[in-house]
T-cell receptor, first 114, second 115 residues
Framework: EDQVTQSPEALRLQEGESSSLNCSYT??????LFWYRQDPGKGPEFLFT???AGEEKEKERLKATLTKKESFLHITAPKPEDSATYLC???????????????FGKGTKLSVIP | SAVISQKPSRDICQRGTSLTIQCQVD?????MFWYRQQPGQSLTLIAT?????????ESGFVIDKFPISRPNLTFSTLTVSNMSPEDSSIYLC????????????FGEGSRLTVL
C-alpha cells in the first residue's frame, strides 16, 4: 500500500531561521509529488509538482526537491506569514482527464515566530 | 485557477440527522472530488463525483452514508447521512482544471460538528 509520511509533525522557527520539511513516500512508479499549503480554516493551496528525482522548484522563500524516496521543502529565511500546515501528496490512481487521485501525508504545521 | 464555493462553511448538527454540503465552481470542470479531513489526520478521498451518473466511492465509504449528486459540470452536493460524532470533520470539495492536469484546487471546506 502506498504511504506518505511527513516529518516533523510540527516545527517552530524564529523569523529568519531556515529549515527543511520532509516527505517520504513508498509508491511504485511515481507519477509526481505535490506540495500544498493549508492555512487555518482554508482548503489546501497548490504549491509545486515534482516529477523526477533531482528536480527542484522554487517559489519565493520555498524550494522543493525530490529524490527517489523523499522530497524536501526548504524554507529560507521564513517570515511569520509562512506559518501554515504544509502537505505533500502522491498520486495512486488515474482518475481521468489527466488527473490522479492523491494520497496525502498528515502535514507539518509550521509556526514562524517574529 | 477557479473559485470554489462551499456551503455551509460550518455547522453543528445533532446525532442521527443528515446534512447536505454544496459545492459550486465558477467554471466547468471535468473532475470533481470530495475529501474528508479529520482532526490530526490526512486528507482522505471519499469519492469522485461523476456528472450525470453515480459517484465512484473509495474503500471504506458507501453511497448510503455519503450520497453524492453532480447534476452538471459546475455543481455537486455531498450528504452526510445519519450522523454520529465520528463524522465530525472538515469536508472539502476539490476540482481539476483542464489547463493544469494533475493539480487539485480546493474549496475552503465545510466544518461539521456532530453532538
Amino acid at each position: 500500500e502506498d504511504q506518505v509520511t511527513q516529518s516533523p509533525e510540527a516545527l517552530r522557527l524564529q523569523e529568519g531561521e531556515s529549515s527543511s520539511l520532509n516527505c517520504s513516500y513508498t509508491v511504485s512508479g511515481l507519477r509526481g509529488l505535490f506540495w500544498y499549503r493549508q492555512d487555518p480554516g482554508k482548503g489546501p493551496e497548490f504549491l509545486f509538482t515534482l516529477y523526477s528525482a533531482g528536480e527542484e522548484k522554487e517559489k519565493e522563500r520555498l524550494k522543493a526537491t525530490l529524490t527517489k524516496k523523499e522530497s524536501f521543502l526548504h524554507i529560507t529565511a521564513p517570515k511569520p506569514e509562512d506559518s501554515a500546515t504544509y502537505l505533500c501528496a502522491v498520486p495512486y490512481q488515474y482518475s481521468g482527464a489527466g488527473s490522479y487521485q492523491l494520497t496525502f501525508g498528515k502535514g507539518t504545521k509550521l509556526s514562524v515566530i517574529p | 485557477s477557479a473559485v470554489i464555493s462551499q456551503k455551509p462553511s460550518r455547522d453543528i448538527c445533532q446525532r442521527g440527522t443528515s446534512l447536505t454540503i454544496q459545492c459550486q465552481v465558477d467554471s466547468q470542470v471535468t473532475m470533481m472530488f470530495w475529501y474528508r479531513q479529520q482532526p490530526g489526520q490526512s486528507l482522505t478521498l471519499i469519492a469522485t463525483a461523476n456528472q450525470g451518473s453515480e459517484a465512484t466511492y473509495e474503500s471504506g465509504f458507501v453511497i448510503d452514508k455519503f450520497p453524492i449528486s453532480r447534476p452538471n459540470l459546475t455543481f455537486s452536493t455531498l450528504t452526510v447521512s445519519n450522523m454520529s460524532p465520528e463524522d465530525s470533520s472538515i469536508y472539502l470539495c476539490s476540482v481539476v482544471l483542464a489547463a493544469v492536469p494533475g493539480e487539485l484546487f480546493f474549496g475552503e471546506g465545510s466544518r461539521l460538528t456532530v453532538l
